[in-house]
T-cell receptor
Framework: AQKVTQAQTEISVVEKEDVTLDCVYE???????LFWYKQPPSGELVFLIR??????QNEISGRYSWNFQKSTSSFNFTITASQVVDSAVYFC???????????FGEGTQLTVNP | DSGVTQTPKHLITATGQRVTLRCSPR?????VYWYQQSLDQGLQFLIQ???????AKGNILERFSAQQFPDLHSELNLSSLELGDSALYFC?????????????FGEGSWLTVV
């Protein structure tokens, strides 16, 4: 069965620091999809990125970057020069081709202090 | 704004009561999902509908039911409510029922059972 682990329950940084959120996954599928979502204090779940298992290119979007390593089953998320508005819970999720549901990790609470 | 609309945003009800949560998917999306987020269980998949038909079931209690109507909006019915049903209920949608489709979430309905 699929599983997503976010070992960091809480991270606290000072504004402008870089921070990396870890995500490790387990799946038997050879093709699968990985996602990151952000949940700010207001509660909504905001989609950030989707990555296919057959595309191991890292991606950068502004201050956000993602490092996908199939060999270690990891899909880590880095925020560069963090800002107070980045404070949120961040979820990593997995979707296998054998099903359409998302399996979420436990989430990492990121607090960026001014 | 994800384009997924959920109502009501907040509701408080008593144990034993019944409530209905409503969801309008993004324009053009055929697949609707319901997730429950509670402090002890995290984000749990409840059920999925695709173009009006039930497609997948997760950890949905027998006291809960859902349906998707011809206009593609969906309702989640929660009955005989218990204190433990207090949670944030998300509706989400995707274009089709393929693993590679991104799932977009609404802002959630906060349910408090007293």
């Amino acid at each position: 069965a699929q599983k997503v682990t976010q070992a960091q329950t809480e991270i606290s940084v000072v504004e402008k620091e870089d921070v990396t959120l870890d995500c490790v996954y387990e799946t038997r599928d050879t093709t699968y999809y990985l996602f990151w979502y952000k949940q700010p204090p207001s509660g909504e779940l905001v989609f950030l990125i989707r990555r296919n298992s057959f595309d191991e290119q890292n991606e950068i979007s502004g201050r956000y970057s993602w490092n996908f390593q199939k060999s270690t089953s990891s899909f880590n998320f880095t925020i560069t020069a963090s800002q107070v508005v980045d404070s949120a819970v961040y979820f990593c999720a997995l979707k296998e081709t054998s099903g359409s549901r998302l399996t979420f990790g436990e989430g990492t609470q990121l607090t960026v202090n001014p | 704004d994800s384009g997924v609309t959920q109502t009501p945003k907040h509701l408080i009800t008593a144990t034993g009561q019944r409530v209905t949560l409503r969801c309008s998917p993004r324009s053009g999306d055929l697949s609707v999902y319901w997730y429950q987020q509670s402090l002890d269980q995290g984000l749990q998949f409840l059920i999925q509908y695709y173009n009006g038909e039930e497609r997948a079931k997760g950890n949905i209690l027998e006291r809960f039911s859902a349906q998707q109507f011809p206009d593609l909006h969906s309702e989640l019915n929660l009955s005989s409510l218990e204190l433990g049903d207090s949670a944030l209920y998300f509706c989400a949608s995707s274009v089709l029922d393929r693993a590679g489709n991104t799932i977009y979430f609404g802002e959630g309905s906060w349910l408090t059972v007293v």
